[in-house]
């Protein structure tokens, strides 16, 4: 079993739509990383939480530390949104990733 | 510098030979991660510095791997007697201190025939 599952693996969606991804892990953490991985390969950090919610353009992540899951939504989605978005769960000096969900935005 | 950069950006060796590889991380970022992305695979986490020190080194996948960081800044990541199945991307990444915001380098394209 691995200690973090996003859902789903692949997500195809029209350009506008309302988008989620979920994560959820089974240790306990200090911290939870939500990363974006370009077709080219570079990744890019989107938020890091510890509690709560955290919004950044589009973007809005939260966490729930009792049920231990996190989501990532992307609201009016834009054919330049698709990657691959990765949950990254770190508890004591490990990192824990997800195998990550890989989002297409079709126009 | 303005980012994490890393050295080489590709590098082709054989089996058997001794490959360093070299993360320099944004100036002041006490943090240093090292992971590593085989071709259509997830990440893997293998070594996390806070300054100079690594306080597990579990996530290393070999004794053929070590890692050091010096001065609190650069750090390498050796592989000893490389085999095939250490062909991967190797990504640093840095953060001003643990459980903060990561800055990833390009990362290490390593082939090993």
């Known amino acids: 079993k691995n200690e973090v599952e996003q859902s789903p693996q692949n997500l195809t969606a029209q350009e506008g739509e309302f988008i989620t991804i979920n994560c959820s892990y089974s240790?306990?953490?200090?911290?939870l990383h939500w990363l974006q991985q370009h077709p080219g390969g570079g990744i890019v950090s989107l938020f890091m939480?510890?509690?709560g919610k955290k919004k950044h353009g589009r973007l809005i992540a939260t966490i729930n530390i009792q049920e231990k899951h996190s989501s990532l939504h992307i609201t009016a989605s834009h054919p330049r949104d698709s990657a691959v978005y990765i949950c990254?769960?770190?508890?004591?000096?490990?990192?824990?990733f997800g195998t990550g969900t890989s989002l297409t935005v079709i126009p | 510098g303005a980012g994490v950069s890393q050295s080489p950006s590709n590098k082709v060796t054989e089996k058997g030979k001794d490959v360093e590889l070299r993360c320099d991380p944004i100036?002041?970022?006490?943090?240093l991660y090292w992971y590593r992305q085989s071709l259509g695979q997830g990440l893997e986490f293998l070594i996390y510095?806070?300054?100079?020190?690594?306080?597990?080194k579990s996530g290393l996948p070999s004794d053929r791997f070590s890692a050091e960081r010096t001065g609190g800044s650069v750090s390498t990541l050796t592989i000893q007697r490389t085999q095939q199945e250490d062909s991967a991307v190797y990504l640093c990444?840095?953060?001003?201190?643990?459980?903060?915001?990561?800055?990833f380098g390009s990362g290490t394209q390593l082939s090993v025939l």
């Open positions: 510095f806070q300054g100079n020190s690594a306080p597990d």
């Open positions: 240790v306990g953490i200090s911290a």
């Open positions: 100036s002041g970022h006490t943090a």
């Open positions: 939480l510890s509690s």
């Open positions: 990444a840095s953060s001003s201190d643990r459980d903060e915001k990561l800055f």
């Open positions: 990254a769960a770190i508890t004591g000096n490990q990192f824990y």
